[in-house]
């Protein structure tokens, strides 16, 4: 990675440029319930939502959100903007990413979708281990339910 790049922490000004990576790689967005409340409480819950910048420019170019529930660690919307993809900045993200997880001592589990083969190939290498046939179901409007 070139030394013009760093990671640190999110702060709250970062929401709008975080969403709109979040939206333009279809990792989430606030129909998802991914906005600026549920960052900050995922993170005084013990997350951490790793910011990828650029020095130079201050343009966020990547992001790793952990969310803890006191038993494991949950990777979301782990991504790079699409013209910085293939660039080698995922390898030290994904490096931060484990050591929070590691210094957490907790477990660290994702979901990925079967046709990224470039993130399951990145993560496979990194030590995560294929689960088995889950089926993964959500209800993301809880209001809705009778």
């Known amino acids: 990675m070139n030394?013009?790049?760093?990671?640190r922490d999110y702060r709250k000004n970062d929401y709008p440029e975080v969403k709109e990576l979040w939206e333009n790689t279809d990792m989430g967005g606030t129909f998802r319930g991914d906005d600026e409340q549920v960052i900050e409480k995922t993170i005084q819950s013990g997350g951490k939502?790793?910011?990828l910048e650029d020095n130079e420019t201050g343009e966020i170019i990547g992001t790793s959100w952990?969310?803890?529930d006191?038993?494991?660690?949950?990777?979301h919307h782990f991504g790079i903007k699409p013209e910085h993809q293939g660039k080698?900045?995922?390898?030290?993200?994904?490096?931060?990413?484990?050591?929070?997880?590691k210094n957490m001592g907790m477990q660290l589990k994702i979901e990925v979708h079967r046709n990224n083969s470039k993130a399951i190939n990145l993560y496979f290498k990194s030590g995560f281990k294929y689960l088995g046939d889950y089926y993964v179901y959500i209800i993301r409007d809880i209001n809705s339910v009778k």
């Open 88 to 101: 080698g900045f995922s390898k030290p993200l994904l490096k931060a990413t484990l050591e929070f997880a």
């Open 66 to 68: 952990m969310t803890c």
């Open 49 to 51: 939502l790793l910011i």
């Open 70 to 75: 006191g038993r494991r660690i949950y990777l």
């Open 3 to 7: 030394s013009n790049f760093s990671i």
